[in-house]
């Protein structure tokens, strides 16, 4: 092997062998579930494991939540298994059990259900120096650096294309 690797291709097969045995033929399921079951049910939410019955077709699919999401969860849950089914291609989880936990979590004394927010590129000085000159005209000093902060990032996401 020459070169840099992506960290991804070493670790890819470990991830599959510890998601297999919890239940997740599909890890995308855990690594992506946010994009799963949307960014609103997964900040309050998070997959434990599948169980799949004895001879029958589909699996249970495990979910940790808090006690007052739970019942709001309960009335989503054709629209969530539908979600994680269509990840999977077919009826893999037929039924969505939620196991409901105190706000502070477990032994280790809490339960965080929150993602790391996505992190932004920050325009660079040239950009933000644009913007700057375009917000010239106004007044407002509150006014004008939200402008040139909204400016930057204007430019910077059109200038990546």
């Known amino acids: 092997m020459r070169g840099f690797a992506q960290t991804a291709k070493f670790v890819t097969g470990d991830i599959r062998k510890a998601t297999e045995k919890r239940g997740f033929a599909e890890m995308r399921v855990l690594t992506h579930w946010a994009e799963v079951v949307g960014e609103e049910t997964a900040a309050v939410t998070r997959p434990i494991d599948v169980k799949f019955g004895r001879g029958a077709f589909g699996a249970t699919l495990r979910v940790l939540t808090t006690g007052a999401h739970a019942p709001m969860l309960e009335m989503q849950k054709e629209q969530i298994r539908e979600r994680i089914n269509a990840v999977y291609g077919f009826a893999a989880i037929q039924r969505i059990q939620f196991t409901q936990t105190a706000p502070t979590g477990f032994a280790e004394g809490q339960a965080d259900f929150n993602h790391a927010p996505k992190r932004r590129a920050q325009p ?7 913007a700057e000159v375009l917000a010239q005209g106004v007044t407002d000093p509150a ?6 902060r909204l400016g930057a990032h204007v430019i910077h996401k059109s200038e990546r294309g």
């Open 124 to 130: 660079a000085p040239a950009q933000r120096e644009a």
């Open 143 to 148: 006014l004008k650096a939200a402008l040139s």
